[in-house]
């Protein structure tokens, strides 16, 4: 089983609608998590960290589910910009040391 | 300012050449990472650095030579490559790799393709 798994999509969203997929993990070590969106041929970038509480950023709210091992992602009223790849990630404990785990990536296509 | 440099951002590279790849953040931050990227695969990890100190190598071949010289700089030496090792390969930063500050930024990458 992969550390970190993903939906690999695509989602066909409508423009302005909502959007959600999530992210599973397989060490309950692991310690905090992030969302990245990668755009083609480019590196990836920061959409935001996920806390245990949850946490909402504009149009997008990351959820974190500890007993289930999972974190989610939703995007609201989506915008052709949205149209990216997005990466989970995942920061485990190893032994030599902490480690950031990436999933495959989910792919979303947002259409007028 | 949340940037991370490399450089080249494109390489290309015979199989008998030496080459390096740079990156540098000035953000203070004590962890440095390299990443390896195929196409349509997601990054995966080749080192980690703590304070200046390697501490993962995920197994990468001996081709693969990483060098921290200071807390902002990360260098990937490259030797004997083969077409295989064909890739996106990104430097990240993070503010540390244990507790919260573990938020990793990454570098626009340096597009390498051996020949």
């Known amino acids: 089983r992969k550390e970190v798994e993903q939906d690999p999509g695509p989602f066909n969203v409508p423009e302005g609608a909502t959007v959600a997929f999530n992210c599973t993990y397989s060490n309950s070590a692991s310690q905090s998590f992030f969302w990245y969106r990668q755009d083609c041929r480019k590196e990836p970038k920061l959409l935001m960290s996920v806390y245990s509480s949850g946490n909402e950023d504009g149009r997008f709210t990351a959820q974190l589910n500890r007993a289930s091992q999972y974190i989610s992602l939703l995007i609201r009223d989506s915008k052709l910009s949205d149209s990216a790849t997005y990466l989970c990630?995942?920061?485990?404990?190893?032994?030599?040391?902490?480690?950031?785990?990436f999933g495959g990536g989910t792919r979303v296509l947002v259409k007028p | 300012d949340t940037e991370v440099t490399q450089t080249p951002k494109h390489l290309v590279m015979g199989m008998t050449n030496k080459k390096s790849l740079k990156c540098e953040q000035h953000?203070?931050?004590?962890?440095m990472y390299w990443y390896k990227q195929k196409a349509k695969k997601p990054p995966e990890l080749m080192f980690v650095?703590?304070?200046?100190?390697?501490?993962i190598n995920e197994s990468v071949p001996s081709r693969f030579s990483p060098e921290c010289p200071n807390s902002s700089l990360l260098n990937l030496h490259l030797h004997a490559l083969q077409p295989e090792d064909s890739a996106l390969y990104l430097c990240?930063?993070?503010?540390?790799?244990?507790?919260?500050?573990?938020?990793?930024?990454f570098g626009q990458g340096t597009r390498l393709t051996v020949v």
């Open positions: 990630a995942v920061n485990t404990i190893k032994a030599a040391g902490n480690k950031l785990t």
């Open positions: 953000m203070g931050h004590r962890a």
């Open positions: 650095y703590s304070y200046e100190k390697l501490s």
């Open positions: 990240a930063s993070s503010q540390d790799t244990q507790g919260s500050n573990t938020e990793a930024f």
